[in-house]
């Protein structure tokens, strides 16, 4: 959640940041007029309650005459109180849910609009001529069932669209993608972690995905609980309701997880392969720095998100996402997307998102500095989501045979394979 005091100060600038996001202006206005309620309902509280305990004061001392008068007024003070109490709780509680609703102040170089109105910042890797190599090149799908690594009809037998088995050099691939990714997170300085797939309401909540990100969430009603859809949520949610000495920031963890979406906008989008799935799994990368380092260490996570396609030979642009486009958590957000060969065009495979004091402030975590305590920022990023990676590598390493080159850097992790040969049917 933003700042109640900044909101107050500048209410302009929060009214640009949700036009910029397309999301409700007139929210801003509800919050203000329900924060004076709870302000001004506080006062009148406390006015109450310090006449309250002045009164108690003076009845022990009053004359038989003057008790009487006194009493009277203490039981009108006593209703009084309550009422004052109840108004206090509901503006308070109003304030709060509208400022649940409230998305994170967009950072001023965003480029305003939707999806398709993002802006290209780099270009990186050569897009290859199929073309010229004398082949048309093959769809992931078709080569992973060549590499006998992905069955998708099983997957929707067992488990409906949207699911998949990793099958023999395609689960290896995964395991390969896994521990390369944890190799580089980890000799980057950050933790190792692996983390629950299932999270409480308030951990979802805080992170800031029962918001615009609801329909795609997956909730056990029975248990309360909900499957994550990024290692992010339970990553974010480690140190809630904590106070964090700043001598030990930056924290810097790398989480591995299944993740689990419903997809439940996307009818009738990638419905071929593994691109856009149900459950995948994820490595992500996530730092808790000071709220004036945030901005640099964007720039690390999508420089290590670079270091990381790069490494596996993938043609790929960086582009700075749109207002209308990042999330209600995001201040910011750089997505990688890689060149598909059959599709001709770049898809994301990665995104780092400088959620800033938004997410802090809502699951109470803190850095005390001195004597000084207040919130830390906290910033996501993604360094491998395997299925896409996977499509990714199949399809731009592929060979004319139907075979598929193995990145330098898996080849530790599946043997020295140097490539990965069709099976005999």
Sequence with gaps: MIDLRLLREDPDRVRASQRARGEDVALVDALLSADERRRSSGVRFDELRAEQKQLGKLIPKATAEEKAELLA????????????????????????????KLGNLVHPDVPVGGEEDFVTLETHGTIRDFGAEGFE?????????????????????????????????????ELALVNAAIAQA???GFTPMLTPALVRPQSMAGTGFLGQAAQDVYHLDKDDLYLVGTSEVPLAAYHMDEIIDADRLPLRYAGFSPCFRREAGSHGKDTRGIFRVHQFDKVEMFSYVAPEDSQAEHQRLLEWEKQWLTSLGLPFRVIDVASGDLGSSAARKFDCEAWIPTQGKYRELTSTSDCTEFQSRRLSIRVRDGKQVKPLATLNGTLCAVPRTIVAILENHQQADGSVRVPEVLRPYLGGREVLEPVAK
């Design 137 to 173: 090149p093959k769809d992931h799908l078709e080569l992973g069932q060549l590499l006998g690594a992905i069955d998708v009809e099983r997957g929707a037998k067992v488990s409906g669209s949207r699911f998949y088995f990793l099958t023999g050099v395609g689960a290896l691939l």
């Design 73 to 100: 007024r203490a039981e009108q003070l006593k209703a009084d109180v309550k009422a004052a109490d109840a108004e206090r709780d509901a503006a308070d509680a109003e304030t709060q849910e509208l400022l649940l």
């Design 186 to 188: 980890t000799a980057a």
